[in-house]
């Protein structure tokens, strides 16, 4: 009884010394404004376990330390629960005032459908961002929120430079390079190229977004397809999914692919199982094999049968996503200022290089931003890569959303398990889209 | 009404009428406001006018191939809940009740288990189980002989629902054995031993004492089985991945969250997402009604 009656007493004293510290805080943010603080509602990206939410966690803790006028009210989601969160709130009018958002059909569609998107350009400082490397997001140039970095590349090969020479092998430059390798491979018990092919969208986002403006030959073809300009069932178009299939049956993909998630691949690739890697740029920071790390080049997908020369060498790019101010937020000036000087805090120098070496970005938009010297390997030749590349084309789910987007994914699983064939795919496609 | 009456109205109201507020909140209103939606074309993210179309998004609905294929493979997870779960747990609670085997409470732990772990942590084990090499394929190649063989249900339309059906049976199991046995323990043992004096077996005290008497166990179980098959969403959204094993393993809330949270294409996707969720409540109604009617015709409450 006696100890029971301690620990409550103790209990007691601990929780109100915290709710005293609290109310005490509290008092002298208001006092050093000389008045309400002001709260910024945020919806962030990212969990407590990965360096996106950890990084955001750490910034808004010094940030509202050394303002304490302004509080950051967030919300932290990642993944899946971030999209349904944000159409809830969105639906239930709980609009954020700011927010980790993109600008594209599937990060973009339901800020603009809400009519939340809301143009940052006459608050972009010219001392800080180079705003040449923020592509327009509106009709008009609009700029609706502050991308984390240049174009986030997906559709990257990142080759184990170490077992491909290991197996008496270069870096290719064709497909039927890379289809030589596979005999040896096979022998040694490798994967030619590793894919999360159980993830529906990796096969849009990390292969299709090359392959369409492979064989046709326009890096923009899908976006004019969502237009109306070109048809799924197009033969250039079908003859992209056509390589998937060959890469299968050639045994450059293998067809258990289909049953590997995005861990179990980064996983397998950083563990030596696979020559090659397809993935987007953000996954460099994920592998922690530093062997495989420093041995990793990045590459686009070389060249492929049939490939016309208006997409050779391209690489899909998306619109880096970011955060930014909704209409909701830009509203009031005193959110609209503390925000934008929260902004101030998340994108400079020190954070943006921070990012860097995460492997969270491919370069910086900050105006005359020098590379460190000192960045690892990884993350040196990813900004190696993202200079080299000459040409982006569309991704596919940036442009196509829905049920079309999610018809094509689950095809081109149909197709390398050997369910559908690509003309149907296409056609089924086509279908749901017109 | 005399002063005595409206006093104890006024504690009465006193009493319910918080709880009724926030039940009218946060249970009524919801359900209300989803019946009303399903009527017509608004979409809550863009506001504006909204028009009354009647039964559109309903006809849509039914038209829909999709609604179909998840209102199958949500039958065949009722089928499972209520021929697999009941009665395996049903037998598991019958032998730990008769003391058929030893440490019995540590097979009643172990059989209870999963319901202290998350159901995504669930699903991601299980996800893991199917996974390109795991040890479902794993166990294929050491019988087959040949180490390129895989697990490949998952990929299937047609087969998929058989390793969604054998994790919901590992997970819900437990909980339905629980059940029983807390039933079968308040049985009066006497009658048990009378019927053992008077010379009857193992299957006749199971089948004439037993059984009569668990009747309205049972229901009650077929019930929670009912409504929580047909609201589950989250053991098989983490078991599989997005694209082809999910759209194969769709059932309707799944079908309902993709339509309304994900098809950014459909303006009135929010309005066809309630019809959805309006049709689940009907099935479950449907389905509880028919089994409260065969529960009658069992004797389904017989007393103890």
């Known amino acids: 009884m006696k100890k029971a009656l301690f620990t409550l007493l103790t209990l007691t004293v601990v929780l109100s010394t915290l709710f005293l510290t609290g109310c005490q805080k509290k008092a002298d943010g208001d006092s050093a404004s000389g008045g309400a603080p002001v709260v910024v509602k945020t919806m962030a990206y990212g969990d407590n376990s990965n360096a996106e939410g950890m990084s955001w966690e750490r910034i808004v803790g010094y940030f509202m330390d050394e303002n304490p006028d302004v509080i950051i009210d967030y919300e932290m989601l990642y993944d899946e629960a971030y999209h349904q969160k944000v159409v809830a709130r969105l639906a239930s009018g709980d609009v954020p005032h700011m927010a980790y958002m993109g600008a594209d059909a599937r990060w973009g569609a339901p800020w603009k459908e809400a009519g939340q998107q809301w143009d940052h350009r006459d608050l972009l400082k010219d001392s800080m961002y180079d705003t040449s490397l923020i592509p327009a997001m509106g009709p008009n140039g609009e700029i609706y929120e502050i991308p984390l970095g240049t174009s986030n590349l997906t559709t990257v090969l990142f080759m184990n430079k170490a077992l491909v020479e290991e197996l008496g092998f270069s870096e290719p430059k064709t497909y039927e390079d890379i289809k030589a390798m596979v005999p040896a491979a096979q022998a040694a018990g490798l994967e030619v190229i590793s894919i999360d092919g159980a993830d529906g969208w990796a096969w849009g986002s990390c292969v299709m977004s090359a392959f369409h403006a492979r064989t046709s030959g326009d890096p923009n073809w899908v976006s004019k397809a969502v237009d109306g300009q070109n048809k799924f069932t197009d033969p250039e178009f079908v003859a992209a999914l056509e390589l998937i299939d060959m890469m299968v049956k050639d045994g450059v993909i293998e067809q258990k692919a289909v049953l590997v998630d995005y861990g179990t691949n980064i996983s397998n690739y950083s563990n030596g199982k696979a020559l090659f890697m397809v993935q987007g740029q953000w996954a460099a920071g994920g592998i922690e094999n530093p062997e495989v790390a420093d041995n990793t080049v990045m590459m686009a997908w070389p060249a492929m049968p049939g490939e016309k020369a208006g997409g050779a060498g391209s690489v899909g790019a998306a619109i880096q996503v970011g955060y930014g101010l909704t209409k909701a937020g830009a509203a009031d000036e005193n959110v609209k200022a503390a925000a934008m000087r929260f902004l101030d805090v998340f994108y400079s120098e020190e954070e943006t290089t921070q990012r860097l070496r995460d492997g969270a970005i491919v370069a910086p938009i900050l105006k005359g931003y020098q590379t460190p010297s000192d960045l690892p390997a990884i993350i040196a030749e990813k900004v190696r890569f993202a200079q080299s590349v000459a040409l982006q084309s569309d991704v596919v789910d940036a442009f196509l959303s829905g049920a079309p987007n999610d018809t094509l994914n689950a095809g081109m699983q149909k197709i390398v398990a050997g369910q559908s064939t690509p003309a149907e795919v296409a056609a089924e496609v086509e279908g749901l889209l017109r | ?304």
Do not use: C
């Not at chain 2, 190649?141 to 249900?153: A, C, E, N, T, V």
């Not at chain 2, 054998?166 to 807390?182: H, P, Q, V």
């Open chain 2, 1 to 304: 009404m005399n002063k005595r009456d409206q006093k104890e109205l006024m504690v009465f109201l006193g009493m319910i009428g918080p709880g009724l507020l926030v039940y009218l909140f946060i249970v009524a209103y919801p359900i209300l406001y989803s019946a009303w939606l399903s009527f017509t074309d608004f979409n809550p993210n863009s506001g504006g006018d909204w028009s009354f179309v009647g039964l559109l998004q309903y006809k849509t609905m039914v038209e829909d191939p999709n609604f179909w294929h998840a209102f199958k493979n949500n039958m065949i997870v009722v089928a499972v809940s209520a021929f697999g779960q009941i009665p395996i747990g049903f037998v598991l609670a019958y032998i730990l009740f008769r003391n058929r085997v030893k440490w019995g409470h540590f097979f009643q732990a172990m059989v209870f288990l999963p319901q202290f772990l998350s159901t995504i942590v669930i699903g991601i084990l299980w996800k893991r189980m199917f996974a390109a090499d795991g040890p479902a394929s794993r166990i294929i190649q050491i019988f087959s002989g040949d180490p390129s063989r895989q697990f490949d249900l998952m990929l299937k339309a047609d087969t998929v629902m058989y390793p969604i059906g054998f994790a919901l049976i590992w997970m819900y199991t437990g909980f339905y054995m629980l059940i029983f046995l807390a039933n079968l323990q308040k049985i009066d043992k006497s009658m048990v031993e009378a019927a053992k004096i008077d010379g009857a077996t193992e299957p006749q005290i199971f089948t004439r004492i037993i059984m009569p008497l668990m009747t309205g166990a049972i229901l009650v179980s077929a019930i929670l089985a009912i409504a929580g098959s047909l609201k589950g969403f989250d053991l098989i959204f983490a078991m599989t991945t997005q694209g082809l094993q999910r759209n194969n393993a769709m059932v309707l809330p799944i079908f309902m969250y993709q339509t309304a949270f994900q098809d950014y294409r459909n303006p009135m996707r929010f309005a066809y997402g309630s019809a959805i969720s309006n049709a689940i409540v009907i099935i479950s109604m449907v389905m509880i009604l028919f089994s409260n009617w065969v529960g009658s015709k069992f004797n389904a409450g017989e007393d103890y």
